[in-house]
T-cell receptor
Framework: GNSVTQMEGPVTLSEEAFLTINCTYTATGYPSLFWYVQYPGEGLQLLLKATKADDKGSNKGFEATYRKETTSFHLEKGSVQVSDSAVYFCALSDNSNSGYALNFGKGTSLLVTP | KAGVTQTPRYLIKTRGQQVTLSCSPISGHRSVSWYQQTPGQGLQFLFEYFSETQRNKGNFPGRFSGRQFSNSRSEMNVSTLELGDSALYLC?????????????FGSGTQLSVL
C-alpha cells in the first residue's frame, strides 16, 4: 500500500542554517504530495503541495520538488528562523479508494536556536 | 471565517467507557475527516465523511465509528475504551472536491484513557 517515510528527528539547527528534511514515498498511481506543519499547541497547517512529477511547491521560503524517479519530496529552506520550530509532516493522498485520505509520515521535529 | 472547531479540548475517561468527540467544519466545507495522532504511530486516518456518507475508512476496529449531520458537523464515537486509545484526535475539513485539496485541521481533542 501507499506509505511515506521521513527522517526521524529531532533536528536542531542554528538560526540562518540550511534545512533539509528527507521524505520518500511508496505509491501506486500518481498521488499528490504535501508538507504539513504543526506548531506547538496547534493543529496541522498545509505548508506546500505538489500534484504531479517535477512540480515544485513553495511557501514561506520552504520548497519541495516532486521527484518521481527517486520517489522523493524533500523539504528545504535556505535560512531557518526560530519561528520555524515545529513538527513537519510529509504526506501523500491515498487514491486507492474513493474519498479523501492522507497517509502521513511520522513527523520530524525541528528546533531552531538563536 | 471561523476555523475548524473541535470539542471538547481535553477528555479523561476510564477503560470500558465510551466517548463522543465533536467537530464543526469551516462553513461551506462538506468533507470531514478524522485522524488519530500518537507518539508511536504518528497520524493515522480514521474515516472521511462527505454529505453525510462515509466515503473512506482506515484500519481501525469497529469500536471507532462516526457520523456526519446535514449541516456537515461530525461526531466520532469510541466505545469500550482501551488504554491504547489515548491520543490526540484531529478533525479536518475541506470542500471535498479532490485528492489534491487542502485540508484544514482543528486543534484536536486530547483523550486520556486511565
Amino acid at each position: 500500500g501507499n506509505s511515506v517515510t521521513q527522517m526521524e528527528g529531532p533536528v536542531t539547527l542554528s538560526e540562518e542554517a540550511f534545512l533539509t528534511i528527507n521524505c520518500t514515498y511508496t505509491a501506486t498511481g500518481y498521488p499528490s504530495l504535501f508538507w504539513y506543519v504543526q506548531y506547538p499547541g496547534e493543529g496541522l497547517q498545509l505548508l506546500l503541495k505538489a500534484t504531479k512529477a517535477d512540480d515544485k511547491g513553495s511557501n514561506k521560503g520552504f520548497e519541495a520538488t516532486y521527484r518521481k524517479e527517486t520517489t522523493s519530496f524533500h523539504l528545504e529552506k535556505g535560512s531557518v528562523q526560530v519561528s520555524d520550530s515545529a513538527v513537519y509532516f510529509c504526506a501523500l493522498s491515498d487514491n486507492s479508494n474513493s474519498g479523501y485520505a492522507l497517509n502521513f509520515g511520522k513527523g520530524t521535529s525541528l528546533l531552531v536556536t538563536p | 471565517k471561523a476555523g475548524v472547531t473541535q470539542t471538547p479540548r481535553y477528555l479523561i475517561k476510564t477503560r470500558g467507557q465510551q466517548v463522543t468527540l465533536s467537530c464543526s467544519p469551516i462553513s461551506g466545507h462538506r468533507s470531514v475527516s478524522w485522524y488519530q495522532q500518537t507518539p508511536g504511530q504518528g497520524l493515522q486516518f480514521l474515516f472521511e465523511y462527505f454529505s453525510e456518507t462515509q466515503r473512506n475508512k482506515g484500519n481501525f476496529p469497529g469500536r471507532f465509528s462516526g457520523r456526519q449531520f446535514s449541516n456537515s458537523r461530525s461526531e466520532m464515537n469510541v466505545s469500550t475504551l482501551e488504554l491504547g486509545d489515548s491520543a490526540l484526535y484531529l478533525c479536518a475539513s475541506s470542500l471535498g472536491r479532490g485528492l489534491s485539496e487542502k485540508l484544514f485541521f482543528g486543534s484536536g481533542t486530547q483523550l486520556s484513557v486511565l
